[in-house]
């Protein structure tokens, strides 16, 4: 008997308190957590973050040249992100110090200064840099070309410029320039990818031969030297800057291989937009940035 009446008070008792669950708005079904709200992103950087090769071919009359559907406008995209401003220019240098300033393109401690505001609120950084300052313009002058003797020692100054260690000092002063204005933000720095395919062959068209494997192969070379810079660079900071390599998202994708994710049009080889990512490119670009962070402990942080 006593037994029965304790398990009817047990009874009341959990009827009572599941009465009390539900005016309280209780359920009884799993707890979900709610998604972390979106990482404010701020760009910075070169033509590769400027989004060239996404969309037109040559540089119009602006100070800063911005294409759109590049890597920093995919990665917007994402739930997970919100784009607060992209600052990057087409032909960006690091500062008015760099012997390729063009006294028009806002270098990257410009982009820095002018951008206080949202990279003092910014949880993520993404920028390309370096590639201008190291000499590329030359490199592509003289080695989208047969002459072999021009390239070598073209690639020759670049490199030994690299190994001075100028370039990653310079880098180095960026990155912790950008953590100055960003204390709260996750700085990546993505490299660049290597341009040629050697296995392919020379390049030709119309029977002549416009870039030689042997160039190919010395332009690659500059390229790794670059990035090897870069992630010195990041290393030697002291900064929250992580290096992004992409080199192997593009194997397979040089401009000479079946499959380019990166613009050549040999019938205008002026043209600003070459040896740029395509859409493509800009693809395996915002995919690398967005595996390499991990967003939902940026947004918890």
């Given at each position: 008997?006593?037994?029965?009446?304790?398990?009817?008070?047990?009874?009341?008792?959990?009827?009572?308190?599941?009465?009390?669950?539900?005016?309280?708005?209780?359920?009884?079904?799993?707890?979900?957590?709610?998604?972390?709200?979106?990482?404010?992103?701020?760009a910075l950087g070169d033509s590769y973050t400027a989004g060239t090769g996404a969309d037109g071919l040559y540089r119009p009359p602006v100070a800063c040249w911005q294409s759109p559907g590049g890597y920093v406008d995919l990665a917007d995209a994402s739930p997970k992100v919100t784009l607060t401003v992209?600052?990057?220019?087409?032909?960006?240098?690091?500062?008015?110090?760099?012997?390729?300033?063009?006294?028009?393109?806002?270098?990257?401690?410009?982009?820095?200064?002018?951008?206080?505001?949202?990279?003092?609120?910014?949880?993520?950084?993404?920028?390309?840099?370096?590639?201008?300052?190291?000499?590329?313009?030359?490199?592509?002058?003289?080695?989208?070309?047969?002459?072999?003797?021009?390239?070598?020692?073209?690639?020759?100054?670049?490199?030994?410029?690299?190994?001075?260690?100028?370039?990653?000092?310079?880098?180095?002063?960026?990155?912790?320039?950008?953590?100055?204005?960003?204390?709260?933000?996750?700085?990546?720095?993505?490299?660049?990818?290597?341009?040629?395919?050697?296995?392919?062959?020379?390049?030709?068209?119309?029977?002549?031969?416009?870039?030689?494997?042997?160039?190919q192969i010395l332009v690659n070379q500059a390229i790794d030297a670059l990035n090897a810079t870069i992630a010195a660079a990041v290393a030697s900071s002291g900064t929250n800057a992580v290096f992004i390599d992409v080199t192997k998202r593009f194997l397979g994708h040089a401009v000479n291989s079946d499959n380019p994710w990166i613009v050549l049009d040999l019938t205008q080889a002026a043209a600003d937009a070459n040896f740029h990512p395509s859409d493509a490119g800009h693809q395996a670009y915002a995919s690398a940035l967005l595996s390499s962070v991990k967003l939902n402990q940026l947004a918890k942080r």
């Open positions: 008997m006593a037994t029965h009446q304790a398990r009817r008070r047990n009874l009341a008792l959990a009827g009572g308190l599941a009465a009390l669950a539900l005016t309280l708005g209780f359920t009884a079904g799993p707890a979900t957590a709610a998604p972390p709200p979106p990482v404010d992103y701020v992209n600052l990057a220019c087409h032909g960006a240098v690091l500062s008015d110090a760099s012997p390729f300033y063009d006294v028009v393109t806002p270098t990257i401690a410009q982009q820095i200064a002018a951008g206080q505001q949202a990279l003092a609120g910014a949880e993520l950084i993404s920028i390309t840099a370096g590639a201008v300052d190291a000499g590329s313009g030359l490199a592509l002058q003289a080695c989208a070309s047969p002459d072999t003797q021009l390239c070598a020692a073209t690639v020759a100054g670049i490199i030994a410029n690299l190994q001075s260690g100028a370039l990653q000092t310079a880098l180095a002063t960026t990155y912790q320039a950008i953590e100055a204005s960003a204390p709260d933000a996750v700085i990546a720095v993505l490299g660049y990818p290597r341009l040629f395919d050697p296995s392919q062959g020379d390049i030709v068209i119309n029977g002549i031969t416009i870039v030689p494997v042997q160039n």
